[in-house]
């Protein structure tokens, strides 16, 4: 009687599964020691979880429903505030042996940063890995206030172990001179929008791609629960398309970043974010 | 000079007309007991009334003046928290008394169960009433953990009353697979938007209509103060386009429901469904 | 890995025995529809679960380690809103399970009526239980708009069940007159604050006990997040003084109610309820 | 149907005699443009009479029910914002008349600078008044920011009216170096607590009374709505004690100022304001 | 080392010149004594420098950055609260003092009546000045409760100077019938978008231009943190076109009004309101 | 006639002495990386800087002014967010300038790992330094999470330092077991309260001493904006009279920590931090 009366505070809406079974492994990853302006997507997964009560686990978007799919919640990961090198690391690890059980990785940060002990992973078993990234802000820079760890310079990151040309960019409207400058010759940025998510959608196809929602692409006014809210986003509906048009492509992982529930009392943030996780789950199962 | 101090505070906006000279009564419906997520509708009719003093009351949409039309607000009725039975019943009689009396009821809910209170007056003087129904949630459950009688299950109730084909609902973006499939059959919906308001108007001039508005229709960025925000929604103008189109039907009522103003603490939503209200009255006076 | 990750954040802090090695069996009771003024309580359990992340599993105050207790937390009873009759059925079903494992059952509220379910369960097996209950509402209405069944009622329910005397009430600061005059020939009434808890102590000694904390009994500067505050409560440190007094008393049961957290957005409400939790479970063990 | 329905709404709690038949009247005053740090104690009036509905009429501390006595609402006042003068003679000129009709006026601010308005309508009917008030701020400055009429010159304004000796001031905890000396020799003035209250009690006695209470004399942890919290207050429990204290002195007039209530989301501050009013008023009725 | 540490936190982001060598001049001017509804736009210069840490100085948009100009900050101007003709004087000094030192004012409101004092300055020196104005209200009320200064008659008071035919207001969607009408031959108003800004631009052309952006335009949802929110707004990116569609216009000074900071916890609309002015002082300087 | 404008809002209330004139320097630490639980203290200067004019230069408890005394306000040091290594570094070189120009730094956290940085300085200068340590929390884990350096490390960092019996504890209520039985044999701990600050005040008598502050000590009704509030705390009062009676004393550097305003959205705490800032400055100068 307990077991089944916890499955709805526990785990996301209808991810169910126990990991043995499951072929996607959902889990969240509780640190922000590197937030530059507002900490605080620590408490996203946690947020995630508990209201995602309030959303149904049928889309009438894609008419499915998540309950029908083998998904686990494996929790939240440990990891050390302050340390963002070892926090790294413990995602690369736990991501790594999810692959290596032949399953998909699917995390809810934390900060942006996270998406690089993803990416290790996952690039270690893909190589020609590529990355589309939705956020407000270009993530490019070489380092921030010297650390080269952070999440104002995540891509950057990631473009060390990729190179050129294989992170596609969208919605970005925020960033140094130097950042807009260098992403014109390594990586492919559309500014404010998702436009070019077709022509995006083609190029990667046949490659193994890992998707990145940086939740702040999304307008303040429909998002304000965020640490850096930027105006002038995207709508959700803008992004749901983007994110199903990319629907039937070799989806090897993905992510939500950068939930900071506590800016956001009303609880829209967190809604939206759980729908967004809802429609990513099932697009890409 | 107290009843003319009085004035501002004690009613919505322009609303001052006695009981018995008005064409349109007024009233708030403080009851939430079956809200299945975030509870506080209560407090609805209460905000709106106090807060109505942040808006003109002349609307340059429609270009006329709530102080120049006869409409009485009654208060709140008295409703028994945790029984819904009654509390239907309560509703019920109220505005079949204001029917009987010649006038037209407008309701503040309150959760949206309490329209089918509503609707049960109306038609039992009406026996040929049509429904507009703008929302988020299908609300075509049969029952809710059990409970026949929810804010869940509210159109269903509907249903039973008027039967096939005589619900039109607008910008529905959530509901369980079994409530879709359900509704294929039975009533008119149109997924996601207000498109098609024009042709519902067409079907149903000539009919009475009550049109009920569940205002977390609209986008939770406009509308965060509500019980369960939905993203995805329509825009406050979007609504108020599609409700200025059912201008000239023969409305015999008409409600807003399931505004929550503690989850708000800006107030935008409150000032939005003043908003709503003041055009609605105007429109359909 | 996953299970071991997942249980700081899916129970309460410390309670992670399996339920059949358990002594004492915590639950949450996520119901509020018959609350008179603000609801919202149903989200106590999920919010004390979540936030028990921020406090430490030992008690300096009785130099004990819940993590050395045999304790389980069951998550939350599945209650149907607007149905009070039906919820405390679950409730009362639920309680003499776990009494019928020879276990203590330990509820969060949710309400204050729901007592009234657990309490049952344990009178029809301890016949002569007394009933400690601190609480800043007298509770002791015959209805409440008519409704037998009310947060306002529920120890006039109790009182129906045990009957005169066995009633000891502590910090009562609201009510109604007929509320106090009634009180004065049926239970014992502590105005204002937990004086004489010494003598309850005494004269309950040898009896089985249940204990309720509507947590509104402290004042509302300590503990905001609550449905009815009532200025002039008492302190944590007053309880925390007169709960320890009833440690070694014979205690079949107790819950604590009334934390509705959206009310106070600093979280101070949801960490201190932990508290009393948490010193509530090593006391009573 | 309705007028009955509307009371509870409409006025403070339990106070419902027509003007003509009350003995007391109550009226709100909702402006604060000379507030020097956060203004919002206009919406106090509104809020306290919204949330009456959360405390019983009935107060267990002095054995009476307002409902027993004849006390009339008479709504908010129009003062103009931005025009201090203005303000206070509306202010004067509706104090005057109820005290000329033979009734009592309570006022609910608004800001601190208000209560000079009242105090020139009664002591202009009682020459030799007596001023008592509570306040975390001594309120003596002869100007601010070159402006004689200030919320932080209140006090001044009244000596200039009253005299030497005549104003005694409780809780005291801010204010300038000149304000303080200034005091030592022209008012009485007890710093940071209600100590000295029986003193003052037995000195008035005789005279006719004003009583002001400025909230913010209660600590902010109690009372954190309003615009100048100023930490190291009296508890409500101890101005109770005061309040209580000076029952049965010749009251000409009374009033509560400076609950700002958007700053205190939690609503403890409105409820604690309901409470201090309900006790006044039968205290001094 | 101090006065390097200080430079992020005490200037709007990137404004760092001295005085004397810079050409634009910021200030802030915090007075709200006149606002008719929600009072703290007071609070918005400060929040605005504090907040500006979270933007960048480089816009994406005219990919420009703000380091690279010659802005100094000058700080707060200190207005007497209470004390509207004072306040507008104060306003006046100082722009005529940046005028007359041949830079720009550029002001930070505080609610819009001070637009009045920076007009006058402007207009002073610039006999023929053309005002273009964003608002969601009309403000041309000729007395607002008896008073001729009010932020709800401030542009009534700017056509006093100015004059038929020289205001272009955008965005209009509230006011009363009356201002309504008489906007009809006195000014030229777009209603409820900034639909004919280019026309606009063409007609001011060459004379200077003084432009007024009260910030409340935006639609709520993206900017809820202002005195009087009003469903119906225009976007930020709306709002940007239209703004950089002036570019190259005569400007001789503009203003950002009405950002009430406590009203948005979230901290969304300090965030808009920080990248309207970097993208104005680019677009302007 | 700018920076006399600026003054205000620049610096700590009344620190308005530069620099090199100086005795006392106040700066700002904006580090939170290392909070176990709820981060945002970086945000504590600047609200402390902005919201200090809310609060008199004048202290009737010392009857002193901080205006008279020469204490400068340097602005914010730029701490790597997500390295506390480098953030100590910075902190301890910025006090140890100031020390070496011999004036007293006086720290505004941040978190409170930050202490251990402004220690390393003091105690580098004088060798038998005692520390005075008020605190909700002991922060003597040898580790945390396996990290050294953390904000619940940070007492046993000082240890590692200053040694056995020169750490004096007040106000501890939450801590492991390990650390309550490691503390018997090293520091003096108070456990609740701070009766023994006689005692302690006289044993440092003659020595250097530093005293640190995390203000969550103080009860979280006073001060709910910290990150990890525990109930049963100290209140204001308490907590002033226990500073005043170390008057005297050889006090070579302070600090205030953990203030985190965001989960304080009425202001309060950042209130109360000011308050205790400004009668540690008159106290200890």
Redesign the interface.
């Known amino acids: 009687?307990?077991?089944k009366?916890?499955?709805?505070?526990?785990t996301f809406a209808g991810c169910g599964a126990p990991?043995d079974e499951s072929e996607v492994v959902l889990?969240g990853a509780p640190f922000?020691?590197?937030?530059?302006?507002?900490?605080?997507a620590?408490?996203a997964s946690?947020s995630i979880?508990?209201e995602s009560?309030?959303?149904?686990t049928?889309s009438?978007y894609q008419?499915e429903?998540i309950e029908n799919l083998k998904i686990?919640d494996?929790?939240?990961?440990?990891?050390?505030?302050?340390?963002?090198g070892?926090a790294l690391d413990v995602v690369e690890t736990?991501c790594g042996?999810v692959l290596d059980d032949g399953k998909m990785p699917v995390m809810i940060g934390g900060e942006h940063l996270l998406t690089f002990g993803a990416v290790r992973a996952v690039a270690a078993r893909h190589p020609d890995l590529r990355l589309i990234h939705f956020d407000a802000h270009a993530d490019l820079r070489r380092d921030?206030?010297?650390?080269s760890?952070?999440h104002a310079t995540v891509m950057r990151r990631v473009w060390d172990l990729l190179g050129d040309g294989r992170i596609y960019q969208f919605g970005?409207?925020?960033?140094?001179?130097e950042e807009?400058d260098w992403a014109t010759a390594h990586v492919r940025t559309e500014?404010?929008t998702v436009r070019g998510i077709d022509g995006c959608s083609e190029a990667v196809s046949g490659y193994p791609v890992y998707i990145s929602v940086d939740l702040d692409v999304i307008?303040?006014?429909?998002f304000?629960?965020t640490g850096?809210?930027?105006?002038?986003g995207v709508s959700?509906?803008d992004l749901?398309d983007a994110l199903l048009c990319l629907k039937g492509l070799n989806v090897a992982g993905f992510d939500i970043c950068e939930l900071a529930p506590?800016?956001?009392?009303?609880?829209?943030s967190t809604?939206?974010a759980c729908?967004?996780l809802r429609e990513m789950l099932i697009a890409y199962y």
Do not use: C, Q, W
Not at 32 to 39: A, E, F, V
Not at 53 to 56: D, N, S, T, V
């Open positions: 009687m307990p077991s009366l916890e499955a709805g505070v526990r990991y889990f922000d020691s590197t937030t530059s302006y507002r900490p605080g620590r408490f946690s979880r508990s009560i309030g959303i149904e049928y009438p008419m429903d686990s494996a929790g939240d990961l440990e990891l050390p505030f302050g340390n963002a070892r736990f042996k921030y206030m010297g650390e760890l952070s970005i409207r925020s960033g140094t001179r807009f500014l404010f307008d303040p006014s429909e304000p629960g850096t809210p930027e105006a002038g959700f509906k749901l506590h800016y956001d009392v009303s609880g829209i809604a939206l729908k967004v």
